[in-house]
C-alpha cells in the first residue's frame, strides 16, 4: 500500500478484549475455528446507500466450540451500520448476540466436530466505512471496497484479521450501468430483471486461492476495461473509468513488465488474474489481490506510474501471498514491497545498484528515528493505521537490503524465493522468515534479526583516521555512540589515493575493506600500497548507520 494524505479525519475505534487468546496485536483470535471460504452476495442499488448481503461462511471447528465469533460493525447512533436479519445454518435458524461490533453465534450440539460447518448471515445497513459509496471525479456514482487494515467488517461479516485465510466470492448485484471487477476470475455476469423490474446486472467472480480480508474487494463503476497480455498465462487488465480509458490504459500497461519481473525474481504470481483498478480508495494504492486498486487522481496519461504499480504489485507477493501473521510485523508486506519496488526501478537502469534509493530511504529512516525512537516490530501499536510508518517501509527496506550484502546475492535470493514458495498463500511471522534464511545461507542471524528489526534506531559512528606514510598503514578508530544497543556490523570503507598527477581526469587508487565492528570501540590498522588522500565510509550504500567524523 501507498499512503495518501487523507481528506478527512481518520477514526478507528478500538475495543480490547481480554483474554488467553489475545494476540500481541490486539485482536481476539478463535484458536479453534479457521474459515474456509466466504460467499457474499451483495446488491447495490442506486437510490439509497443501504446494501442487502449475505454471507455464507464455511469453517473448521478444531474441536466442539460453543461459540462462534465474527466481526460486523452494528448500527451505530447515526444509523449507519449493519443490521442482522438472520443467521441460519440449511434450514435451521441459530441463536446469536450482535453486540460491540461483534457477533456471537450459538453452534448447535448436533455439530459434529472437529469438522467442516456452513451458515449464512443475512444483513443489511448502510455501510459506515469499508465499501465507499461516493461520487468519482466526473460526478458518477460508484462503489470501493476499500478493507485495510480492519474496515472489511463494516460491511462483511467476517473474521477480521490477516491470520485467518480464505477463499471468497462474490456474487453482485448492481443496475446494469455499472461493470463490476473483484478478486479471482469472473464466473459470470449476466442480466436479470428482478420482481420490482428494475433491470439489474449480476456479476459473479470467484478466488480460489485463500486471501486475509484485507484484502478483498468489488470494485462497481462505468469502467472501461483491456487485458494487457499474459505473464505466464496470467491476464494482467486495466480497469479504468470509462472518461479516462485513453490515459488510463496508458498509465496501468506497464503493469504486464512488472509482473513478468516478479515472477522471474520470485516465482509464480498466485492468483488468477492481476485487475489494475482505478477506484477511490483512501490510499494512494491499495493491493486488493488479484484486483489492485489505485487512486482515482493516479491517471495522467504520461505513463509515469511504474513506481507506484511496482509496489503494489510486489504486494501480490508479498501481503497478499504471504501474509503477516500478527499486525507488528507488517514490514514483511511494506518492506518487500518498498525493497522490491526499489529492485524493479533500477532494473530498468543499465548499471545502477540501488544507491540513489537506499541514499533517500536512509535519510527518511535516520529523520524519523529523531522523531520515534521506536522498533521495527513495535508491539505498542493497537491503532493499526499508525504501522504505516517509516519503519514498516523504509526501514523494512533496508533490513532487506543489509541481508542481501550479508549474504551475497545469489543466498539472497535463493532465500527470498524459498521464503516465497514454503509461504506462499499462508501466513508467516518474522521469524519464518529467519529460519529459511538461516537454512540458505547456513548461519545463525539472531542477532542480525535482533539489532536491526527489534531494537529501535541505528548505529551512530564517530570515527577518525591517520595516515602513516613511512609504515605504510592507516589507522582508524570507530566509536558506536548511541545508548540503546551495540550493534554488530561490518563498515564497508573506501581508501582513495590522489588522481594521477600527469591526468588529474583519471581517478585515483582505491581499495575496498569492510571492517567488523563487533564492540563499541574498535581500532583498525590497515595495510595501504600508495599515498591515502581520503577515507569513504560506505561509498556502495550498503550499511544503515549515521556517521560523523572527527578530526585527531
Ligand atoms: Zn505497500
Known amino acids: 500500500m501507498i499512503k495518501k494524505i487523507l481528506p478527512f479525519a481518520y477514526i478507528i475505534l478500538w475495543f480490547i478484549v481480554p483474554g488467553i487468546s489475545l494476540a500481541k496485536d490486539g485482536y481476539h483470535r478463535n484458536p479453534d475455528v479457521d474459515i474456509i471460504h466466504y460467499c457474499f452476495r451483495i446488491y447495490l442499488n442506486d437510490s439509497t446507500d443501504r446494501i442487502e448481503g449475505s454471507a455464507g461462511i464455511t469453517f473448521n471447528l478444531a474441536k466442539k466450540t460453543r461459540i462462534l465469533e465474527l466481526d460486523l460493525v452494528g448500527k451505530n447512533s447515526k444509523g449507519s451500520g449493519m443490521v442482522i436479519d438472520r443467521i441460519e445454518s440449511g434450514t435451521h435458524l441459530l441463536t446469536y448476540q450482535h453486540e460491540n461490533n461483534r457477533i456471537e453465534i450459538e453452534i448447535p450440539d448436533t455439530l459434529k466436530t472437529p469438522g467442516t460447518f456452513t451458515l449464512s448471515v443475512n444483513y443489511s445497513g448502510i455501510p459506515a466505512d469499508g465499501l465507499i459509496i461516493s461520487k468519482n471525479k466526473f460526478g458518477e456514482r460508484t462503489f470501493f471496497g476499500d478493507n485495510w487494515p480492519d474496515r472489511a467488517r463494516n460491511w462483511l461479516p467476517c473474521v477480521d484479521h490477516p491470520s485467518d485465510k480464505a477463499t471468497v466470492e462474490f456474487i453482485v448485484s448492481a443496475p446494469e450501468k455499472y461493470k463490476v471487477v473483484s478478486n479471482g476470475l469472473l464466473i459470470a455476469g449476466f442480466p436479470v430483471i428482478p420482481a420490482n423490474s428494475t433491470r439489474n446486472w449480476v456479476t459473479h467472480w470467484k478466488e480460489d486461492v485463500p486471501v486475509p480480508t484485507k484484502v478483498m474487494v468489488i470494485g462497481a463503476a462505468d469502467f472501461a476495461w483491456e487485458t494487457v497480455g499474459l505473464s505466464k498465462g496470467i491476464p494482467i487488465q486495466s480497469w479504468v473509468y470509462a472518461q479516462d ?296 550504500i550498503q550499511l544503515l548507520f549515521q556517521g560523523k567524523m572527527v578530526t585527531r
Not at 525474481?265 to 489492485?292: D, H, W
Not at 537502469?349 to 522498533?375: F, W
Request: net charge negative; glycine share 6%.
Open 245 to 540: 480509458r485513453e490515459p488510463g490504459f496508458i498509465d496501468y500497461k506497464p503493469a504486464l513488465d512488472i509482473v513478468n519481473y516478479y515472477q522471474d525474481l520470485i516465482g509464480p504470481y498466485s492468483y488468477e488474474k492481476l485487475a489494475n483498478v482505478q477506484s477511490r480508495t483512501i490510499f494512494g494504492g491499495m493491493e486488493n489481490s488479484g484486483c489492485i486498486f489505485y487512486y482515482e487522481g493516479s491517471i495522467t496519461g504520461k505513463n509515469q506510474l511504474h513506481s507506484l504499480l511496482a509496489h503494489e504489485i510486489a504486494h501480490q507477493w508479498f501481503g497478499d501471498a504471504v501474509t503477516e501473521n500478527d499486525w507488528h510485523h507488517i514490514w514483511i508486506s511494506e518492506g518487500f514491497a518498498t525493497y522490491l519496488e526499489a529492485c524493479y526501478a533500477d532494473s530498468l537502469i543499465p548499471d545502477r545498484k540501488l544507491d540513489a534509493s537506499m541514499a533517500d530511504m536512509r535519510k527518511s529512516v535516520i529523520e524519523y528515528y529523531e522523531k520515534t525512537h521506536k522498533p521495527v516490530i513495535d508491539t505498542t501499536i493497537r491503532n493499526y493505521m499508525d504501522l504505516l510508518n517509516t519503519n514498516s517501509y523504509q526501514k523494512g527496506a533496508w533490513v532487506l537490503h543489509m541481508l542481501r550484502q550479508e549474504l551475497g546475492d545469489k543466498v539472497f535470493w535463493t532465500g527470498i524465493r524459498n521464503f516465497y514458495a514454503a509461504y506462499r498463500d499462508k501466513n508467516a511471522m518474522t521469524s519464518d522468515l529467519q529460519s529459511v534464511m538461516e537454512e540458505a545461507s547456513g548461519r545463525s542471524l539472531r542477532d542480525f534479526f535482533f539489532q536491526w528489526l527489534d531494537i529501535p534506531g541505528q548505529p551512530v559512528i564517530q570515527w577518525s583516521w591517520t595516515y602513516n606514510k613511512k609504515k605504510s598503514r592507516v589507522e582508524i578508530d570507530v566509536e558506536q555512540t548511541q545508548s540503546q544497543h551495540n550493534f554488530v556490523f561490518k563498515l564497508p570503507l573506501e581508501l582513495c589515493g590522489a588522481p594521477s598527477v600527469a591526468d588529474p581526469a583519471k581517478p585515483g587508487k582505491s581499495a575496498y575493506y569492510q571492517v567488523p565492528i563487533t564492540e563499541k570501540k574498535v581500532h583498525v590498522t590497515l595495510p595501504v600500497y600508495f599515498p591515502i588522500r581520503e577515507i569513504r565510509l560506505d561509498p556502495k
